[in-house]
């Protein structure tokens, strides 16, 4: 009789590669993230940030290859990814310009580590539920046009936003228009879940080359460049549908306020 992971492989509806961005520092939760990205830091239930993200990819039957993009504790992070071998497949790879170049660059690596067409990318401090990866999932595997570029982003629609929130301005047909934390609340705006996907080999390959195009002329290496603002970059290149997924089915933590509403609250866990 077969296993039952041969079974769910066989039944797999195929594969896809999940970049996970976790090199910076973590800066506004030192001296937590000392020795650690904050990927690593506990919630309350004792499983780490990390940890909860690759439980919840998990539970989706496909098969995805985690592809951690890692850097600042990276010592850390491999004893980790040791530990939680058995479930899931890692590839993971080192940006060793973490600390002085922007968050472009880990995307840039993480895209050429991925061999499948099917690529999903996340900050590695967002905490996501099952609920995300099945919202998720059937966009990735819905028909598309092999021959158009498409990227979909995971937004929620609220009316509750945060300074530091990433946000996503629609136009008037409810279409992306442009994606940035300085654009303000108000109709038209959606908050962006840190979570986005491509569908196609022809999407991957249009993605590369434009982070390419960017990192040569400079402009991706800024710190203050922010990897949600190739949305702005390739949007005239691209098809991109927005994914709308529930307000509790993701959470972000940004600084220690962040952390102990998890831990305080048990938000999402």
Request: proline share 5%; glycine share 8%.
């Amino acid at each position: 009789m077969l296993a039952d992971s041969e079974k769910k492989k066989q039944n797999s509806r195929g594969q896809v590669d999940i970049v996970v961005l976790m090199a910076g520092k973590g800066r506004r939760l030192l001296p937590l993230t000392a020795d650690r990205p904050k990927s690593l830091l506990l919630c309350e239930d004792g499983i780490s940030i990390f940890e909860h993200i690759v439980r919840s990819l998990t539970s989706y039957n496909w098969e995805p290859t985690i592809i951690p993009v890692i850097g600042h504790g990276y010592l850390k992070v491999y004893e980790v990814l040791e530990q939680l071998s058995p479930l899931a497949r890692f590839a993971p790879v080192s940006n060793p310009f973490y600390s002085s170049a922007g968050p472009l660059v880990s995307l840039w690596l993480g895209l050429l580590r991925s061999g499948s067409e099917r690529v999903v990318i996340l900050n590695g401090d967002t905490i996501i539920r099952e609920s995300l990866v099945t919202d998720l999932a059937r966009w990735i595997f819905a028909e598309a046009d092999p021959g158009r570029a498409e990227i979909g982003a995971c937004v929620t629609l609220t009316d509750q936003f945060e300074p530091d929130d990433m946000k996503i301005l629609l136009d008037e047909k409810g279409c992306f228009q442009r994606a940035g934390k300085e654009i303000p609340p108000g109709v038209g705006v959606v908050k962006s879940a840190g979570v986005i996907a491509l569908n196609s080999a022809v999407g991957k390959a249009a993605l590369q080359r434009k982070l390419a195009e960017l990192l040569m002329e400079g402009d991706g290496l800024k710190t203050g460049f922010y990897w949600h603002n190739i949305l702005n970059e390739i949007k005239s290149l691209f098809g991109i549908t927005l994914i709308e997924v529930e307000p509790d089915s993701w959470y972000e933590v940004d600084t220690n306020s962040d952390l102990n509403s998890i831990n305080g609250a048990q938000k999402i866990l």
